[in-house]
């Protein structure tokens, strides 16, 4: 009996060993033991992600090619209509577009990456320009080449481009610009008595000063925010230049004058109640289509979102956003997200993707013409910016010409360092900023803020490059 | 073994074919346990030694584990996820315990209703709850406009954006969700116990609260043991709640271990070494947990 349980146990064992040996790359072994790590965490979030990665990953067959991207209003629009466009040379393509959340899409690529298994990705997918660095730096193998692929990348915004460019090579189609506009309705600004013009090239302390004046006449806060995420602090520093990170990869934000301003800044918008927080991104779209807010300041990517209420046509406009004060290099023109096509190197028709890529999203003036009235998808690509059809009057905003405004303040971004740590340095300046809106020391938050940032970076032991 | 002298035709005994009959039917889940399980856990315990980016893996001993003590993001959601078990775990096993001693009168009617109704919470959907939680205690959500026209506060509550409200409504979220789950193992315990007891008790003139604590309780103990070693575990690992109801909390407030984990692994810059360590460290504190309760409760020793 002893010897039969011996015998099982070390059979037992041999197998365990033996699928130690056999197994072809530390590839798999890491993927089960990500797996395991993460099992105790991930479990429903990974899976989720994998299995529906697992039925549509890249099509095997000659003429379709998988996508993956998110916001029905914004970016499967834009490649509906791209694959329209690309129909009329090439009648057997199609599209199989998959509705996935960007951080859906971040979870597959850490996935696929760290265990070397590409196959659950797509064709074609859409990439965060502040993850670019990151996930290229990390994972090269992923991402196909693209710098002789037949897209023209002079006829793209450089800052843009700079984005999704890695060791001087091209990983990405720069897709929508993410100008940061001030949006505001109107109608409200007419109860309180001031026009869009009031808040034209102005700076944050006569926001917030015209601000109360409107809360103490309409009760309406001028603009909302989540409350867990830093987009306007984000913005607000590359507003005036100035990043979380200098040029070599390393930290900057203890002692970071103008950052300190932008949190102080964000203080007093909370404090004098003209920034309404909420919890989530379908209550901050509802604050704006149920005219809770009287505008909102965020990428011109927020006016898609907007036109969706339809019975607030007209009575909408925009203008740039203020600026920094006692801030050197402060303008009144950031950046805030913004998203470039990239081609996996999972796929099995390459050239289809990129030529398709090159002949719609970089070379069609036509197709960003279609797309721009009801998307708001203002183009990187230069050639279309100056189509006509950004000159036209458009009607949910009065009547002004809002296209050709956004390609005015593109031209005059400050361009900025993210890097690989990127997103380590945004969780840690939220969770500072939460912090000092409940009243603790800026400069102890930005301190701790700094060594969190440190830790993360020293634990994954890369050099930055 | 001089049990197994008897020898039969083909050479074995009786006993030992039992035996390899018993062990060939074992076999199949033995492998499969072995891959699926035991490997990935000792793969994965190797990973906890390594460190680096994406693949660049290297080895580097227990560096991963001294690191965790100076990890201050760590020892937050660790102390986030201690409070939840020691606040949450208690409150739920008392009410469990005493729907459980309601239900199982014999003269109450329509019994099968009230259980149902309070155990299908658990059987919904961990991320469609919390979501749902997560609107019902937004700014406007249904929970504020209650309270506000039934006159209790007068301007709406920042249930998820303050510190312990937002700790409060996941304790809140989990109670409503687990209490029906362990109610019904105390029900299960409870037919076991004879009602000529109950009625013995109630001749001495035992009032219910001493039946409850002098005679219920004793006897269902191996029952609320296991409920208790099941929910240390199950708080322990905490994971949905905290991303879809609180995203973390306010400045990781409501953070848990598990969460932290799944940060380090896919929304940075991936180190799964690291993460693979606090996975161990959370090991190891349910199996101290575990046997410290054993200990406490288990009466068979």
Redesign the interface.
Known sequence: ?KK?LTL?LA???A??LC??GSSAS??T??S???????????S???SAAVSAAASTAAGGGSDELTVWCWDPAFNIYAMQEAEKVYQKTDPNFKLNIVETPWEDI??AL??A??S?DYSTLPDIFLCQDNAFQ?NVQ??PDMFTDLTNSGVDYSQFGASKVAYSTVGGKNYGVPFDSGCVIGCYRTDILQQAGYTIDDFKDITWSRYIEIGKDILAKTGMPLLSAR??ETDPIMYMLQSAGASLFDEKGNPTINGNETLKTVMSTYKELIDSGILL????WD?YIGTLTNGQVAGTVNGCWILASIQTAKDQSGKWDITNMPKLENVANATNYSNNGGSSWAVSTNTKNAELAEKFLAATFAGSTDFYATILPSSGAIATYIPAAKSDIYNEPQEFFGGDKIFSKIVDYSAKIPSNNTG??Y??AR?AI???N??IL?GADIDSELK?AQ??VE???Q????STQ | ?AK?AKTVKNGFSL??KE??TG?IF??PA??LI??MS???????L???FE????????W?GITNYT?MF????FIQSLGNTFLYLIIQVPIMLVLALIFATLLNNKNLRCKGLFRTMIFLPCATS??SYAIIF?SLF??DGFVNRILMSIGLISSPV?W??TTWTARLVIILALVWRWTGYNMVFYLAGLQNIDYSVYEAAAIDGASPWTTFWKITVPLLKPTILLTAIMSTNGTL?L??ES?NLT??G???TTMT???Y???L????????G???AL?FV??ILVAILAFVQMKAGDSRD
């Not at chain 1, 634990?459 to 890369?462: A, I, N, V, Y």
Request: hydrophobic letters at 45%; one cysteine or more; aromatic letters at 8%.
């Open positions: 009996m039969l099982a059979g037992a064992t197998v365990s699928a130690c530390t590839g072994a890491a089960t033991a990500a797996s395991t790590a993460a099992s105790a965490a991930a429903t979030a990974a971040q979870t850490t996935t990456g760290t070397g990151k990390n994972y409350a867990d927080q909420v919890n989530s209550e690989v740590y997103y380590e969780s939220a969770t500072a939460t912090n409940n701790t060594e969190t830790f993360a970076m634990g994954s032991g890369t | 073994m197994a006993e030992k035996n390899r062990w074992l076999a033995v492998v072995a891959v035991f490997y990935p856990m000792i793969r994965a190797i990973l906890s460190t680096g980016a994406g693949k660049n893996m290297r580097t690191r100076q990890d201050k993001l961990l991320v997560r937004a700014n920042a998820l954006t690992q994971f949905d991303v995203a973390g306010p400045a990781n271990m598990s969460h984990i799944y940060n692994s896919f929304q940075g810059a991936p180190n799964f690291y993460a693979s996975a959370i090991l």
